[in-house]
């Protein structure tokens, strides 16, 4: 009896190469490896990738082929420190003390305590910053974890401000993620 429920089981994986595959946050719940050896049990891998996400286009694609889920970008400004600091707290939803409910409110002092929240400040010469935000890419909105400093550079102002997804189980196009975050930032500079 052992010997036909292994053997059930084995064609019933066998037979699932074949058909479509159930995805969720773009992962393959369907698809078996083996777990001695990690090799593909019921799908292949050339034409059934085990993690997929959908690109700005909307189109479904092997999660490899989106691009870094992190990035940075470096960008100098002619704008001075204080200014810039304005501009891009405003235009990339940083939070400073005063923007919290009551900053002695317990919420607030939780919401302050996250790992994502961060501002210090040495006003006329460096801010550095941290919290979540968010990005429309498409038709899809995206939660991101981001950083920004930016510190004074003679007059103006070099800021580095970096990202990486809230959540690590989502996936995004990286190359649009970046290519819209630094055309907000820029944007809040001009």
Known sequence: MRHWVVALGMVALAGCAAQDHYYSNGVCVTCFDNPVTGEPLNYDPSVTPQRVATNVERQTV???SLGSQNGSVDIDSRIDVDTAY?????????????????????????????????????????????????????????????????????????IHYSWAPADKRTLYDGDAMESALTHRLQAALD
């Open 62 to 64: 092997d999660a490899k």
């Open 86 to 158: 304005a501009r891009i707290k405003s235009a990339m939803g940083f939070r400073s003390p005063n923007d919290f409910e009551s900053p002695e409110s317990t919420t607030a002092k939780m919401q302050m305590g996250d790992v994502a929240w961060k501002h210090d400040r040495t006003p006329g010469a460096y801010y550095n910053l941290g919290d979540y935000g968010r990005q429309t890419l498409g038709e899809t909105r995206y939660s991101i974890l981001q950083r920004v400093q930016i510190e004074k550079s003679g007059a103006g102002s070099r």
